[in-house]
Each structure stands twice: as structure tokens, then as C-alpha cells.
């Protein structure tokens, strides 16, 4: 079954690509799961390479890395959701924010930068991952380098973090937002509201202050 997407590439499969960082052939290796490795037209990050080459995001496992203090930790999830961080904070019990991207070129120094491989293990890092990803027959990711992407089975996929103490499952997705009511767009929130209330009501007063006086 040809599987990978028009618009790529497949330039190997197996053990076959050498171009890729060995800290990630040698963890797919273990797996024992399918990939397929396929050639891309470097974008700006991860999810514009993607994009160029015809792959869904919602078929994109994206990977960043969140720091807590001294505390580093990867997520792993659907490209087309957004972590949510605030309810992260409350499952956890601490405080994530996005790892600058000198200190992730640091944590991965043998990937190209903004290129981060959704592997944490051989890295020395804790992993949660979003459970959304199981229901994937086919999983797009980075390899670590900007040109190549692997393509695998959602089985496979799943096979690098299955059995692994350093990884938890965690809905990282971020609550829709409620839409705005027509009568409330672009009058800003309560605040700006209320500011622009009572600027109003100064401005009746001084007004009518000014006819008394004009009569």
C-alpha cells in the first residue's frame, strides 16, 4: 500500500536513510514499528514544512519542549490543536512555559534547530502525550532534520512510547473559545466597557453643566 502523501518523496524505509541524527535511527530501530523516510523542502518549522509538502496537520505529531523551572519536559500532539498550558499547570502541578529555543537546540544537539523529533527517552526527557494521536492510522513527524520526515503507522507511531515509565497520557488540547455576541464585537471586554460607560456619563454631565450655565 502506497501510503505516504503525492507531494513527498520516499526516499527509504527501514534502516535505510544515514541522514537522519542516530539518536533517532537507533530508537526507531528498537521499536520495531514501520517507517517510511521522506525527502521535504525545508520550511520555517516543523508545521510550514509540513504544510508545503501536502501533509495534513492533523495528521502531524508536533513536538515542543516545556520548562518548569529546572524541569524539562516534551509534549507531543496533533499539529492542527494547541497545548493548552493553564490546565496543564493544574494536572501537573507546575507551571510550563514554552523552552526558549536556544536552550531546545542545547537539549537536542544533533537535530537541526526548530526540528524537534517527538522521541524524549534517548534525550534524557519525560514525555506526555495526547491521546488524540491514537486514533491515527498514519503519523507524519519530524526526524530531527528540516529535509526529512518520517511517515509511519499509527501502530508504529505508538509503539515509541508505549511501555515507557517517562510517559503519561494528557489531553493537551486547548478549550475552543466561545464566540463573541454580535452587540459585544469589538467593544473590547468588561474593562473597556465600563471605561467607555463612564467616560460617556462625564461627558452627558459636563454638557448639561455647560447648558445651565449658557441659560
Not at 36 to 41: A, I, L, T
Not at 132 to 155: K, P, W
Request: aromatic letters at 6%; charged letters at 25%.
Amino acid at each position: 500500500k502506497d501510503w505516504a502523501s503525492p507531494l513527498i518523496e520516499v526516499i527509504g524505509s527501514g534502516n535505510s536513510v544515514n541522514n537522519i541524527p542516530l539518536t533517532v535511527r537507533n530508537y526507531l530501530r528498537k521499536s520495531q514499528g514501520r517507517f517510511e523516510y521522506c525527502s521535504v523542502s525545508r520550511g520555517r518549522n516543523v508545521a510550514d514544512t509540513a504544510t508545503a509538502a501536502g501533509i495534513p496537520l492533523a495528521r502531524l505529531a508536533l513536538s515542543v519542549v516545556l520548562r518548569s523551572g529546572d524541569v524539562y519536559l516534551m509534549a507531543v500532539f496533533p499539529a492542527d490543536r494547541k497545548p493548552d498550558l493553564p490546565s496543564l499547570k493544574a494536572i501537573l502541578g507546575q507551571d510550563f512555559v514554552l523552552c526558549p529555543p536556544q536552550e531546545v537546540n542545547d537539549l537536542f544537539p544533533n537535530c537541526d534547530p526548530g526540528f524537534v523529533p517527538p522521541v524524549a527517552e534517548p534525550y534524557g526527557l519525560d514525555l506526555i502525550r495526547d491521546p488524540a494521536l491514537d486514533s491515527l492510522e498514519e503519523v507524519y513527524f519530524s526526524s530531527g532534520r528540516a529535509d526529512t520526515f518520517i511517515h509511519a503507522t499509527g501502530e508504529s507511531f505508538s509503539r515509541l512510547h508505549e511501555g515507557r515509565a517517562s510517559v503519561k497520557r494528557i489531553t493537551l488540547q486547548e478549550p475552543a473559545r466561545k464566540p463573541l455576541a454580535p452587540e459585544s464585537q469589538g467593544t473590547g471586554g468588561p474593562a473597556e466597557k465600563a471605561a467607555a460607560e463612564k467616560a460617556a456619563a462625564e461627558k452627558a454631565a459636563a454638557e448639561k453643566a455647560a447648558a445651565g450655565k449658557a441659560a
